[in-house]
């Protein structure tokens, strides 16, 4: 069973698999910490984690990095405007970010780099392109990337058969003194409201331009050329096409192999902003009386190719299908005798030599191209049929269903202990004594008769256990 996604730079589905025949290298753009994240982030935050999951829990080693942006305009304005250190303050919203993605049981990656940790990686990449002559230092002092000098800019979005234009004779000579508009910052030299927050360089003093530090982050810790680079579809032009163009006209090689973009979120139709009041956070949520597993639900539900729109009045259903699993999941455990494994143990295993019994089209789905919905709606029809015959579950059904489960990293509520009613004991009661009668035909009636008040039967060592169906 081979994974699959939709790569953005060939427009079509390519394997997921490691160049190197060992570690899948994937790089995630991570959040800008100068507020709390949105759930338009973590969407995008979201199916990352599941791409990851997919990948482990089909036998691909991944090493996930995704960056921290704790130093760029909006940092900096924000933590100025607000009088306080960016450090302090960076430091502080990155802590709320990894609350937020514990709650919503994102797999922590391996490598989380800040750029203000790597200003000297970031440096070394522009001397290196300034010395290629790809890069130049204009009037004011700035270092910008001569798009000219990279023909092949543009493939990844298609950019340049829209709107880019390098032929810019009359915009040239801007306020930096760029030779084109379509070049864009490498270096940005100090301004008055930058504060202290500015590093020496061999170009004057100033800070790196955004797009630099996912070049320098993820070929520090991936390597030149990776396998899979990811990030919200809003970043495939410009930050990845300027990431592509730096980073490849340094090494000479294919920077990322893969392109997997995650489509944007909608709240109630509507693009999400500030002004709409439709822009909720996590904590938005939960105040409303929501929690965490819901909104993961909500957030991977929808194809991540497609628009998502998020209602709130929706939370409700995906709370009842969470515990409607929940309960799935107790039964199938408890008919099979399964013991449910921690997600490190289930990654070592494959699900070829584990079984997926009935869960295996939902498997399936996942990998071809992270078809979420078709895998719920798998998940779904095969606890019909568990509901109406929990005697049908095999080993494989419950290694499927846990399987499948782990993937999408679901949350699933305790389910609370139930009391047996007296009548269902005593049906249970009487069967056990018809069994030891030999009696099979009123055993399965009784069967019959405890299956319709809700429970299952089954037998164990010297008796018979109930379980609420
Ligand atoms: P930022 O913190 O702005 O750097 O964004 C972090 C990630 O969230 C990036 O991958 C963005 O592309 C992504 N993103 C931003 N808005 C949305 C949205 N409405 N839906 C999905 N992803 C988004
Ligand atoms: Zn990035």
Redesign the pocket.
């Known amino acids: 069973m081979k994974f699959e996604i939709y790569d953005t730079l060939s427009r079509q589905n390519q394997p997921v698999e490691a160049a190197n025949g060992k570690t899948l290298g994937f790089y ?6 100068y507020a709390a ?9 979201v199916v990352q984690d599941v791409f990851r999951r997919v990948a482990e829990l089909s036998g691909v080693k991944v090493k996930h990095v995704r960056n921290i ?1 704790n130093v760029d305009d909006k940092t900096i304005r924000v933590s100025m405007e607000q009088g306080r250190k960016l450090e302090d303050f960076t430091k502080e919203w990155t802590g709320k970010f990894h609350e937020d993605c514990a709650a919503l049981n994102l797999l922590s990656p391996m490598v989380e780099p800040g750029a203000v940790e790597h200003i000297q990686e970031q440096i070394d990449l522009i001397a290196s392109l300034v010395d290629k002559g790809v890069a130049y230092q204009a009037k004011d002092g700035s270092v910008f990337f001569r798009i000219e000098a990279f023909p092949e800019y543009g493939r990844l979005s298609g950019v340049k058969d829209r709107e880019l234009t390098t032929d810019t004779s009359a915009q040239a000579d801007d306020e930096y003194g760029r030779d084109s508009m379509a070049d864009f910052a490498l270096w940005k030299t100090a301004k008055p409201e930058d504060g202290d927050n500015v590093w020496d360089s061999p170009w004057g003093k100033g800070r790196p331009g955004w797009h630099l530090e996912c070049s320098a982050m993820s070929m520090k810790y991936l390597g030149p050329s990776f396998d899979v680079h ?6 495939a032009f410009p930050h990845h096409e300027n990431e592509i163009a730096q980073s490849e006209a340094c090494t000479g090689q294919t920077f990322s192999r893969l392109w997997f973009h ?5 709240v109630d139709g509507k ?2 902003s500030k002004s709409l009041g439709n822009m909720y956070t996590l904590a938005d949520l939960e105040a409303k009386g929501f929690q965490a597993p819901e909104v993961r639900y909500g957030l991977i539900a929808g194809h991540y190719r497609k628009h ?1 729109n998020f209602t709130v009045d929706a939370l409700a259903a995906h709370r009842s299908n969470l515990e409607r699993l929940a309960r799935l999941s107790d039964l199938v455990n408890e008919q099979s005798g399964h013991k449910p494994r921690k997600y490190q143990e289930l990654c070592k295993v494959s699900p070829e030599a584990d079984g997926l019994g009935r869960f295996a089209p939902a498997f399936a789905s996942l990998l071809d191209n992270l078809n979420v919905p078709k895998a719920l709606g798998e998940v779904f029809r095969v606890a019909g049929q568990i509901e109406k015959d929990p005697a049908s579950v095999s080993r494989e059904d419950a290694r499927g269903l846990e399987r499948v489960v782990q993937a999408l990293g679901l949350i699933l509520p305790e389910t609370e202990a139930v009391e047996v009613p007296e009548e269902v004991v005593a049906l249970a009661e009487e069967r056990l004594k018809a069994k030891a009668d030999k009696n099979w035909a009123a055993s399965d009636r009784l069967r019959d008769e405890i299956s319709a008040k809700g429970w299952a039967v089954k037998d164990v060592a010297g008796g018979y256990e109930l379980v609420k169906v």
């Open positions: 995630c753009c991570g959040p800008t910490v994240a949105h759930i338009g982030n973590f969407r995008t935050f942006t990811s990030g919200g579809i809003d970043l995650v489509v944007h979120l909608m693009k999400m998502l």
